[in-house]
């Protein structure tokens, strides 16, 4: 089982970005997929989830109206469109699995990917 999250890197406040999170190894798409993210110093924060037939996702209220998480069930893959972006967003944003569709907890997300990296200037 493998999740690799890609697409981060430095963006100017204002700007968007997407990043892009690619499963393999299990049946992908029984699984509800989430993204957290870990700013310098702080505890690792629900972002956003999606659920495994993609309707409705939820986010924390930090992203809403800002991020939009989607998937692709045949490429395997759920996506993190993030706009208006701010320093505050700055962190290693990671994917996740999860069984449990309305969870933000970490502790009921069982399987990560190794995060990306974003960095938002002011």
């Known amino acids: 089982v493998q999740l690799q999250a890609f697409g981060g890197g430095l963006v100017q406040a204002g700007g968007s970005l997407r990043l892009s999170c690619v499963v393999s190894g299990w049946t992908y798409r029984s699984y509800n997929m989430g993204w957290f993210r870990q700013a310098p110093g702080k505890e690792r924060e629900f972002v956003g989830a999606?659920?495994?037939?993609?309707?409705?996702?939820y986010y924390a209220d930090s992203v809403k109206g800002r991020f939009t998480i989607s998937r692709d069930n045949a490429k395997n893959t759920v996506n993190l469109q993030m706009n208006r972006l701010k320093p505050e967003d700055t962190a290693v944003y990671y994917c996740?699995?999860?069984?449990?569709?309305?969870?933000?907890?970490?502790?009921?997300?069982?399987?990560w990917g190794q995060g990306t990296l974003v960095t938002v200037s002011s």
């Open positions: 996740a699995a999860t069984n449990f569709w309305g969870s933000r907890r970490e502790a009921d997300f069982g399987s």
């Open positions: 999606i659920s495994w037939t993609g309707g409705t996702p």
